[in-house]
């Protein structure tokens, strides 16, 4: 979408064209677009179109709102998801933030939640359609108010007088996703030298950093959304007692640590406890296996073992009925005896694939099991069993199968 895309958008012309579209199939397009350009001008029927696309797409990730809201290409892809955008907004609220300035604001989507948080926000990009983008999605959900947006590079911004900064650099070109950090637009050195010009702040990184890259008065934290690992924002000001934080989300649940020394790994017990994807890349498995009073399978493996049945937030608890050597021959012949045909599979520190696997496998029958593979100290493990905490135990305790 271009800046002059949108403002034939904002028309009661285009508002009324936009609400036409707002449910069409993509195999009703062509057809769609021969009619609508019978009523309409073609560059107005395209640029609605093509928002109707973008709109449908980012209902994934801002649900009702998207139907009200502006898209770019880019801006669908790299945006905050709603859910997340708001746990960081109520942080940056509780932590009593009034004014902020959001470099690299993109199409918006930390804008809103800041502003439906109560925080005013300086909305700052250099892409003109950005821009429009944030103005026009801060008015449409009522928010203009509490929203300034300027076009600008954010390298000459003064943020003197904000309570807070928000970096969101971007990571990806033409070319594809960049993982140099001093690559990034801004790069990382100059969006955390921002981060500390303002009493709090905050500045969005790739969930695979490395650990030795977070700077020492940083707070670094993990956010995982529905079980898949979203981003890491690194923190400065929060004055937070430990180093690293995994949040779950929707449970907004949030686990602080990094202080602990990894913990022993000895035999598996009865269950088996798979931390969440944030807690692993937080490096807070140690203070998940406190919590559950376990301990590793391996040194190197995520998996921590207990024969205390605990439920906690950070792990999917697995009760354990078999725990053999790793054989193909004989896990295929357990599966036929007991009638398994729905296997969830969970590996770890093991080359084959849940995919090749399973197509060895061939289970059928009317029972279900999930199979955990890992690598030990003693030889690869094949672990069976059924959930019995977490998201996965609830859907198995409703009788749908995974």
Not at 92 to 105: H, I, N, P, S, T
Not at 369 to 394: C, E, Y
Request: charged letters at 25%.
């Amino acid at each position: 979408m271009e800046n002059d895309d949108l403002r034939p958008l904002l028309t009661d012309r285009g508002q009324a064209l936009l609400a036409e579209l707002r449910d069409f199939a993509p195999g009703e397009e062509l057809a769609l677009a021969t009619r609508l350009r019978k009523e309409h001008p073609a560059g107005l029927v395209s640029a609605a179109l093509g928002q109707a696309r973008l709109r449908q797409r980012a209902r994934a990730k801002f649900g009702a709102d998207a139907d009200l809201m502006y898209f770019t290409p880019n801006g669908v892809e790299q945006s905050t998801r709603r859910e997340v955008a708001e746990w960081r907004a109520r942080r940056f609220a509780d932590l009593g933030v009034k004014r902020l300035a959001d470099l690299c604001c993109g199409i918006g989507g930390d804008v809103l939640a800041l502003a439906r948080a109560g925080v005013e926000v300086l909305a700052v990009d250099k892409d003109p359609a950005a821009c429009a983008a944030t103005a026009a999605n801060a008015a449409a959900l009522g928010l203009a108010d509490l929203v300034e947006v300027r076009c600008a590079d954010v390298a000459d911004v003064d943020v003197t007088g904000f309570d807070a900064v928000f970096t969101d650099p971007a990571r990806r070109t033409s070319r594809g996703r960049v993982f140099d950090p001093e690559a990034y637009a801004p790069p990382l050195s100059w969006a955390i030298e921002a981060g500390r010009r303002t009493p709090v702040g905050a500045l969005k990184v790739a969930p695979g950093i490395p650990h030795e890259a977070v700077p020492e008065d940083a707070e670094a934290e993990w956010v995982s959304d529905h079980g898949d690992v979203k981003e890491a924002v690194l923190w400065f000001g929060t004055r937070a007692g430990h180093p690293h934080r995994a949040t779950l989300l929707p449970q907004r649940a949030s686990l602080t640590g990094g202080d602990l020394p990894d913990p022993p790994a000895g035999p598996v017990g009865r269950y088996l406890y798979e931390p969440d994807g944030a807690v692993i890349r937080a490096h807070l498995v140690a203070e998940v296996a406190g919590r559950v009073n376990g301990r590793l399978i391996d040194p190197k493996i995520a998996y921590v073992t207990s024969d205390e049945l605990v439920d906690t937030p950070y792990a999917h608890g697995f009760e354990l009925t078999d725990v053999l050597p790793f054989h193909i021959k004989r896990l295929k012949a357990l599966l036929r005896e007991r009638g398994v045909g729905t296997v969830v599979i969970k590996k770890r520190g093991m080359a084959i694939t849940p995919e090749e696997l399973r197509r060895q496998l061939k289970p059928t029958g009317p029972n279900a099991v999930t199979v955990i593979l890992s690598r030990t100290d003693h030889g690869p493990l094949m672990m069976l069993g059924h959930p019995v905490t977490g998201p996965a135990a609830a859907v198995q305790a409703a009788g749908v199968s995974m």
